[in-house]
């Protein structure tokens, strides 16, 4: 277990203040003793790690439903607190498991300038398991927070972090110490970060969760906006109790209790709202937390607050959703449950030969042929202003002056891309890096014992390029793929992930070479594009030339590839490249996906 912080050396006074009162034997902790700076400042400021750690570990020390965990460290070399609350006191997945209850997880801070989470799931923690004002939250609910996920991000703290925030007065930083933006690394994992939270996730398999942030754009009355997937990408059990219970409530309740609430959205034109607002109809990536949940078969809940709005409204906003969508999941816990548990049923199934077939939703659209919902947009009023420096005008919103627009909101989507489902997939052995990828997202990876010669479906690949600049650290890939049926022969010791398990859709998103966020895309099997022989044109040309003589089939696609090719007629290298890449010594590796179907 990788440590957190030890107790004596926290340069707190939460903790301390907690341990006194225990050791004189008073009645025990009060909310006074675990104040936040968020708190103690009017939301002006927020606390630093030191303060998440003694804040969680005091609670640990007050209340035997808390536990904290370690999940590990990051680059820089802090641990990564994992804090859980459970009144039957089941601190490992195992035993939570057993419990039957729904275990749900607060991420926050993934984006560590955007740490409203933070405060707002502290605060909730307090409630649950120190004031105990919401202790009955725990009756049919284990709750995880992870206090702050990109740590080492949020110590790079500053008041220039984020140019478009009000508040709070000093922020962290948006990506991770190495420069990755976590909210983009969920299938990739290049994170050491998302390496450590990645086992987290897959050890408890929460029914669902939560990951908090904060937008920008265009500014309005909406405090707080969310959204979990509910198209065509998600399993449909998930998709259905996202649209009839998890979002309804949320509307309802927020706005019953004070807040301005709406499905998080894209405005189609930022300075005109009855143009349509675009809610869950985007592309589909599982790069994205929310769309990761998706794939693994878990609602998972992005948060939205606004960053124009005071950092005490915003954190408000977040811990009232938090609360409002726990209060569901304790009051009918078996609905999220067995609509998980039929998720996982249904990939589950692929291997099947009866539904195998399948067809996996890889990527998705809006509907071009939806009418959309009537709206009524909660907006602001606007007036442009005149810059010199910009050499044009741009938009000034005034809260002072709220206006309603009735327009349209549009959340259909409809699958542009998918693939029939494969039984599974056979992995030559050499691929280290990429069977450790599958088995850190909680696949099920076997081994071959002996070599096997067997039929597969395979990928060739064309028209490869690269991006010009790298994204997230890497430089990604589009191309063309063919397939076919051929013989191959896997070695002992091959990878098999065979589709009967619940992660299904994770292992068809990372090894269908056209899904959006493939392996293949990020670069893990760059190696196969690249020419490692070479001919001298003195060894080829005879060997060309003989081959030119007797075989007239040969001559004819020669021919025709001189005409497609006018360019390179005068070009002896590319010629003999010609005849190089039709004979035997041509790799017939390259440009083929080692991966079998």
Request: proline letters at 7%; a negative charge.
């Given at each position: 277990?990788?440590a ?40 002006v400021?927020?606390g630093?790690?030191a303060?998440?750690?003694a804040?969680v ?7 035997p ?28 997945p ?12 607060i ?7 955007e ?21 009955s ?55 050491l ?20 942030h904060t ?12 959204i ?7 399993p449909?059990?998930i ?18 209790d004070?807040?301005c ?10 300075l005109?709202?009855?143009?349509g ?8 990536a ?7 949940g ?18 005490g409204?915003?954190?408000r ?7 409002r ?16 548990r ?11 030969p ?6 996996v939703?890889?990527?998705t659209?809006?509907d ?7 709206v009524?947009?909660k907006?602001?009023a ?10 044009g005008?741009?938009?000034r919103w ?38 450790a ?16 010669v ?29 397939k ?30 056209d ?26 040309a ?46 017939e ?9």
């Amino acid at each position: 277990m990788n440590a957190l912080p030890s107790r004596p050396r926290i340069a707190s006074g939460i903790l301390f203040a907690v341990l006194a009162l225990t050791s004189a034997g008073c009645a025990g902790p009060t909310a006074s003793d675990f104040m936040l700076t968020a708190e103690r400042t009017d939301f002006v400021r927020t606390g630093d790690y030191a303060e998440a750690v003694a804040f969680v570990r005091a609670a640990e020390q007050a209340s035997p439903w808390v536990r904290v965990v370690s999940m590990g460290m990051t680059p820089e070399g802090r641990g990564m607190p994992l804090v859980i609350v459970s009144r039957e006191r089941a601190f490992t997945p195992e035993q939570a498991a057993a419990t039957g209850k729904a275990i749900v997880l607060i991420n926050n801070g993934i984006h560590s300038g955007e740490i409203e989470g933070k405060d707002a799931s502290l605060q909730l923690l307090r409630e649950i398991a120190i004031t105990k004002t919401h202790a009955s939250l725990l009756d049919h609910v284990i709750l995880l927070i992870v206090p702050i996920f990109s740590i080492d991000g949020h110590e790079r703290s500053s008041r220039y972090n984020r140019i478009n925030q009000n508040g709070p007065e000093e922020m962290g930083w948006r990506c991770t110490a190495q420069g990755y933006n976590l909210n983009r690394d969920f299938i990739k994992a290049d994170a050491l970060e998302m390496q450590h939270w990645l086992r987290m996730y897959h050890a408890w398999r929460p029914h669902f969760w939560f990951d908090t942030h904060t937008t920008d754009g265009a500014d309005w009355q909406y405090d707080v906006t969310f959204i979990a997937s509910f198209g065509p990408e998600a399993p449909a059990p998930i998709a259905g109790w996202v649209k009839d219970k998890l979002h309804p409530h949320l509307l309802r309740t927020l706005a019953e209790d004070g807040h301005c609430p709406q499905l998080f959205f894209d405005m189609r034109d930022r300075l005109d709202p009855s143009k349509g607002l675009s809610a869950g109809s985007g592309g589909f990536a599982p790069r994205f937390s929310t769309m990761y949940g998706a794939i693994t078969n878990r609602p998972s809940l992005l948060i939205e607050t606004h960053m124009l709005k005071p950092y005490g409204t915003r954190v408000r906003a977040t811990h009232q959703v938090l609360l409002r969508s726990m209060e569901l999941i304790n009051a009918e816990p078996a609905k999220l449950i067995d609509a998980v548990r039929e998720s996982d049923d249904e990939a589950s199934r692929f291997a099947d030969p009866k539904s195998h077939s399948a067809a996996v939703p890889l990527a998705t659209i809006a509907d071009e042929k939806e009418e959309g919902e009537p709206v009524t947009f909660k907006g602001l009023a606007h007036t442009m202003q005149s810059s010199e420096a910009a050499g044009g005008s741009y938009p000034r919103w005034d809260p002072a002056q709220p206006i309603d627009v009735p327009t349209k909101i549009f959340t259909k989507a409809v699958v542009s891309e998918s693939v029939r489902a494969p039984r599974g997939y056979l992995i030559p052995p050499q691929w280290t890096d990429v069977i450790a990828k599958l088995e850190l997202h909680g696949l099920r990876v076997t081994r071959l014992k002996k070599p096997l010669v067997t039929n597969v479906e395979v990928y060739r690949f064309a028209d490869v390029h690269w991006s010009e600049r790298p994204f997230e650290g890497r430089h990604m890939l589009s191309f063309k793929t063919t397939k076919s049926s051929e013989m191959r022969r896997y070695p002992a010791g091959s990878a098999v992930v065979m589709l009967d398990q619940p992660m299904s859709r994770v292992a068809v998103h990372m090894l269908e070479p056209d899904a959006p966020d493939s392996l293949v895309r990020w670069g893990f099997f760059d190696t196969i594009f690249e020419q490692k022989e070479y001919f001298e044109d003195y060894c080829m040309a005879p060997i060309a030339d003989a081959e030119l003589q007797k075989d007239e089939s040969l001559r004819g696609e020669f021919e025709a590839w001189l005409k497609e090719n006018p360019d390179k007629a005068d070009n002896v290298r590319a010629r003999l490249q010609f005849f190089y890449q039709r004979s035997p010594y041509w790799d017939e590796n390259k440009d083929v996906y080692p991966i079998g179907r």
